[in-house]
T-cell receptor, first 112, second 117 residues
Framework: SQQGEEDPQALSIQEGENATMNCSYK?????LQWYRQNSGRGLVHLIL?????REKHSGRLRVTLDTSKKSSSLLITASRAADTASYFC????????????FGSGTQLTVLP | NAGVTQTPKFQVLKTGQSMTLQCAQD?????MSWYRQDPGMGLRLIHY???????DQGEVPNGYNVSRSTTEDFPLRLLSAAPSQTSVYFC????????????????FGNGTRLTVT
């Protein structure tokens, strides 16, 4: 069974709007990471948040983590057409540095 | 630096054929891994390696073999391809640095799209 599940599965917004994607997971984690995948390409790391952190920012990205609810959210502000991609959360379980478990992703479409 | 290079980009096999997917990296990363990506399933770990000569199984290892004779290369072998192995395969690496490896991001290749008929 998958550790991480993204919600929604698909999201369509207008350029300039904010996009919010959510990730829920099942067991204790060491950290949670967000990746982006453009069509036909490999995944690219966006941001990492440790289990003892609650919020992190990187440019137009804001990630929150609520370990009590076992959930995270990724906010992309002032979206651009170039942000169109699939976004995946990935969790590194506590005590396991080796394996990163991915969710099934959110397909974001930003309309110009 | 080329990063992580996967070859071929596309491959079509008949059921029962064998082939090797190649993965090469020039970042001197100790950890290398293979994932498969299927619609609605996210990425699932097939095999991984923490260094030359060391490999281990991931979530879905059946039907696949790996070896790690050098730091740079981590080939994935399909011994007898099956239609269920139709997927997009990604190689991913990261740098291990003691405890901080917990926080190391994965670096991905651009994938091999495999179709088994």
């Amino acid at each position: 069974s998958q550790q991480g599940e993204e919600d929604p599965q698909a999201l369509s917004i207008q350029e300039g709007e904010n996009a919010t994607m959510n990730c829920s997971y099942k067991t204790s984690i060491n950290n949670l990471q967000w990746y982006r995948q453009n069509s036909g390409r490999g995944l690219v790391h966006l941001i990492l948040i440790r289990s003892n952190e609650r919020e992190k920012h990187s440019g137009r990205l804001r990630v929150t983590l609520d370990t009590s609810k076992k959930s995270s959210s990724l906010l992309i502000t002032a979206s651009r057409a170039a942000d169109t991609a699939s976004y995946f959360c990935a969790t590194r379980l506590s005590g396991s540095a080796r394996q990163l478990t991915f969710g099934s992703g959110t397909q974001l479409t930003v309309l110009p | 630096n080329a990063g992580v290079t996967q070859t071929p980009k596309f491959q079509v096999l008949k059921t029962g054929q064998s082939m090797t997917l190649q993965c090469a990296q020039d970042m001197n990363h100790e950890y290398m891994s293979w994932y498969r990506q299927d619609p609605g399933m996210g990425l699932r770990l097939i095999h991984y390696s923490v260094g030359a000569g060391i490999t281990d199984q991931g979530e879905v290892p059946n039907g696949y073999n790996v070896s790690r004779s050098t730091t740079e290369d981590f080939p994935l072998r399909l011994l007898s391809a099956a239609p269920s192995q139709t997927s997009v395969y990604f190689c991913a690496t990261y740098h291990r640095d003691g405890r901080s490896s917990y926080n190391s991001p994965l670096h991905f290749g651009n994938g091999t799209r495999l179709t088994v008929t």
